[in-house]
Each structure stands twice: as structure tokens, then as C-alpha cells.
């Protein structure tokens, strides 16, 4: 069955890095664009990062641009999420999807209809 496993959450200090994986399995991610969403304890889930499918168009929220960036390994199927100079804001639990060709203008929003999700991965962010 075709699904994504997120996986590399853990507890980071403030200012520091950690690094999630989004591993694929029974479809090719590197034909889909892929989506980072996070949700913060009580908020709703929002949308942070998108990359096409051709990697050559990555869409950012502002509370991420400069400090988060995504990567793929093809030969894993995987793709990742670099995060940088973390703030505790940045604390939740944080998810992939994959839909389509291109992010489009609604990659932020469930509007945009990804055809996969991941089951999430907690990230903790300490003083």
C-alpha cells in the first residue's frame, strides 16, 4: 500500500538543528511534490514548506523561509527536512504529504487535496 513514514523527531535546543525523514513506500515520491505541515500543541496544522516535483520550485512560510530546506534521495524514496536555528515556536508535531506535479498556490492548505500523508513526528524544542 502506498504510504509515508515520517521519522527522525526528537527534543533539539534552541538555535540548534534536527533533520526528518519522509520515507515512501509502493508509489515514486520523486514524481509527487511533498508538503511539510506541522501542529502546534491546541493549533491547527499548518503548512510550511512545499517543494515541486521537479525541485526547482520550493514554496515557504514566512515563520520557516531561511531556516528550513528540503531534500530527496531518490534511490531512498525518501525525502527531507532540514531544520535550522530552531525557536520554540517551532515545537509540534510535523508531517508530510505528496500530491500532484506542483505546489500550486493552496500547498499550504488541506484545500490542495495531497494524495498521501504521513503519520507524524514530534518535535520538542528546549531553552
Known amino acids: 500500500q502506498e504510504q509515508l513514514v515520517e521519522s527522525g523527531g526528537g527534543v533539539a535546543q534552541t538555535g540548534g538543528s534536527l533533520r526528518l525523514s519522509c520515507a515512501a513506500s509502493g508509489f515514486r515520491l520523486d514524481d509527487y511534490a511533498i508538503g511539510w505541515f506541522r501542529q502546534a500543541p491546541g493549533k491547527g496544522r499548518e503548512g510550511i514548506l512545499c517543494?515541486?516535483?521537479?525541485?526547482?520550485?520550493?514554496k515557504y512560510a514566512d515563520s520557516v523561509k531561511g531556516r528550513f530546506t528540503i531534500s530527496r534521495d531518490a534511490a531512498k524514496n525518501t525525502a527531507y527536512l532540514q531544520m535550522n536555528s530552531l525557536k520554540p515556536e517551532d515545537a509540534g508535531t510535523y508531517f508530510c504529504a505528496a500530491a500532484g506535479l506542483f505546489c500550486g498556490v493552496t500547498w499550504y492548505s488541506d484545500r490542495h487535496n495531497y494524495d498521501y500523508w504521513g503519520q507524524g513526528t514530534q518535535v520538542i524544542v528546549s531553552s
Open positions: 517543494e515541486d516535483a521537479s525541485g526547482r520550485n520550493t
